[in-house]
């Protein structure tokens, strides 16, 4: 009987493993993850020079892991065993209550960025003024699974606060008073449209600038929105959230200088993609020129992808923003200063910690 046994266990086996290689075979590869929202691994090329540096066993692996049959049923069965037995944390990504989704990260040493910053201030003398945005972790802690790690925002804001030489404003304090609003995406760590707006009367409140009214701002709402996090935290039976396109009800031609022209900010080609947060600007730019035709200075914002919901509402107080984002940026930006008569930093906190960029502002 126990012979029995093995020797079925092993047929099983290897007609497990057989058809895994025959799929492997059939099945063409994959070249990008819609779930994941990032290119796959496709199959490597083998020649003699990839196999002695070892690029080749690294491909490969890759390759084995993006490619293997029925792997995003497998992924999304990883992640419910794994809540079943209490580990709410994947690919660093933490499952919270209620089906919220967090991002984990580590405090890192501010003192390189706030130095490049401080140089950029002197070096260009603009008035400069700074926005930190909070993560979703800090105004949700109670949704954050049990003894989650967590930096202590605050802390961190009041060192931002305190060693560089500009007015640095928090968001952290009125967010966490309106949290029962819901003012992030379940999914994905940016804020959703009423975060926007809040965060967008707070400025107008600091500028002295009269704000749209509510009423004034159009709210226009996509289902079945999969956020960044839902993508790499492979948990699969989580709610979609309703995307929020925010815009002023009055529409606004905009110039967007060498990169394109159109006559509003959202890209309605991007709404029905999968990463639907490109919508806004049509996604990420190293430099965006809007001219808006209103009255009003002309910004510089630095900033992180969360301002990018922000800046249709922004336009309404400037006549011209420009807008940098370090990340794709190679080349300095001291040639845009004569053209600005301020400068906004609007970042996220976890970004502000991770973007290296920030310390080479002043080059």
């Not at 070249?31 to 080749?56: A, D, H, Y």
């Not at 603009?126 to 800090?138: F, L, S």
Request: charged share 30%; glycine share 8%.
């Amino acid at each position: 009987m126990k012979k029995r046994l093995t020797t079925l266990l092993a047929i099983l086996f290897l007609l497990a493993i057989s058809a895994i290689v025959i799929a492997f075979i059939l099945v063409k590869d994959i070249s990008f993850s819609e779930n994941e929202n990032r290119p796959l691994q496709t199959m490597p090329k083998v020649g003699f020079s990839e196999f002695i540096s070892g690029k080749l066993g690294k491909e490969m692996d890759a390759y084995m892991a993006d490619q293997f049959p029925f792997r995003e049923y497998f992924v999304g069965w990883k992640t419910r065993i794994q809540g079943l037995i209490g580990i709410r944390e994947n690919n660093g990504v933490y499952l919270g209550d209620e089906g919220m989704l967090f991002q984990a990260y580590e405090e890192r040493d501010l003192s390189e960025n706030l130095e490049g910053i401080n140089r950029f201030m002197e070096k260009y003398k603009i008035p400069t003024e700074c926005i930190i945005i909070p993560t979703k972790g800090a105004v949700y802690p109670s949704r954050l699974p049990k003894d989650a790690p967590l930096p202590d925002e605050r802390k961190i804001i009041g060192e931002i606060q305190k060693k560089l030489k500009c007015s640095v404003f928090s968001l952290l304090e009125i967010f966490k008073e309106n949290r029962d609003s819901e003012l992030y995406y379940f999914t994905d760590h940016h804020w959703n449209g009423e975060g926007t707006v809040l965060a967008y009367e707070k400025w107008c409140g600091i500028k002295g600038f009269t704000p749209l009214s509510r009423e004034d701002i159009q709210r226009e709402t996509v289902p079945n929105f999969y956020g960044a996090l839902y993508s790499s935290g492979g948990y699969r039976n989580v709610p979609a959230d309703e995307f929020h396109l925010i815009h002023p009800r009055k529409r606004l031609w905009v110039d967007y200088g060498k990169a394109k022209k159109t006559h509003d900010f959202i890209d309605e080609g991007k709404v029905n993609e999968k990463d639907k947060y490109a919508a806004y600007l049509g996604g990420n730019f190293d430099y965006l020129l809007i001219r808006t035709g209103n009255p009003g200075k002309r910004l510089l914002l630095i900033k992180d992808s969360f301002a990018n919901a922000l800046i249709p509402l922004l336009a309404e107080h400037y006549s011209e923003i420009h807008v940098v984002d370090l990340r794709y940026v190679r080349k300095s930006i001291g040639e845009k200063m004569k053209d600005v008569d301020e400068v906004l930093i609007l970042y996220n906190l976890k970004n502000f910690m991770e973007d290296d960029h920030l310390r080479k502002l002043d080059l």
